[in-house]
């Protein structure tokens, strides 16, 4: 199917880590891209290619991918980590984008 | 420094034209590989990939609005448009572009998004 499934919302104790996961067909092929938005700003770009980071991307956030699941995973939780974070990948059968419907990080 | 901005109307009437412009700086789409894609977000919901235009001027349109949906570019300004007809609330959201990249093994990101329009759609 064409679609990415996120849980809703995680939440996460102050330094403790938390993986959030991104299902879907087209993870059997490709790979996600993660995106952190907060509050009124527009979504920044924290792994792609897997588990490559972004220049600035604390090296507390990771991805990794096992058959039809993406995870990104934030080692040590962070206050200023408490935001929506969105997948994104490729439909495996047309060359069209898909976003996952988003998951919202609550920090303890 | 490569940065994107949206520029357009922040309101429209049902059933009219919308028209938005991206504009760029820090990159130039004649270079290979580049791409510009339009992505929106209603109001508390999640990101939806709209359309995109690539370097080589090929372009790309979402499924279910390709029939709404014109990309085109304008290099000589570094901007890309997007126009989308036949407006309703539905489309009331906030229009950002983005820089497209798929890397070596087909994974499509995006780098830099601009900081978005809020479009509102409403008599």
């Known amino acids: 199917s064409s679609e990415l499934t996120q849980d809703p919302a995680v939440s996460v104790a102050l330094g403790q880590t938390v993986k959030i996961t991104c299902q879907g067909d087209?993870?059997?092929?490709?790979?996600a891209s993660w995106y952190q938005q907060k509050p009124g700003q527009a979504p920044i770009l924290i792994i792609y290619?897997?588990?490559s980071r972004p220049s600035g991307i604390p090296d507390r956030f990771s991805g990794s991918g096992s058959g039809n699941t993406a995870s990104l995973t934030i080692t040590g939780a962070q206050a200023e980590d408490e935001a929506d974070y969105y997948c994104?990948?490729?439909?495996?059968?047309?060359?069209?984008?898909?976003f996952g419907g988003g998951t919202k990080l609550t920090v303890l | 420094q490569v940065t994107l901005k949206e520029s357009g109307p922040a309101l429209v009437k049902p059933t009219q034209t919308l028209t938005l412009t991206c504009t760029f700086s820090?990159?130039?789409?004649?270079?290979?590989?580049?791409?510009v894609s339009w992505i929106r977000q209603p109001p508390g919901k999640a990101l939806e990939w709209l359309a995109r235009?690539?370097?080589?001027?090929?372009?790309l349109y979402s499924t279910s609005l390709k029939t709404r949906l014109t990309i085109s570019k304008d290099t000589s300004k570094n901007q890309v448009v997007l126009i989308m007809t036949n407006m309703g609330p539905m489309d009331t959201a906030t229009y950002y572009c983005?820089?497209?990249?798929?890397?070596?093994?087909?994974?499509?990101?995006?780098?830099?998004w601009g900081q978005g329009i809020l479009v509102t759609v409403s008599s």
């Open positions: 290619s897997k588990n």
């Open positions: 820090g990159f130039s789409l004649t270079t290979t590989g580049l791409r």
């Open positions: 994104n990948s490729r439909d495996s059968g047309v060359n069209h984008v898909l």
């Open positions: 983005a820089r497209m990249i798929y890397d070596g093994s087909g994974y499509p990101y995006f780098d830099y």
């Open positions: 235009i690539d370097w080589d001027d090929d372009k």
């Open positions: 087209s993870l059997i092929n490709y790979y």
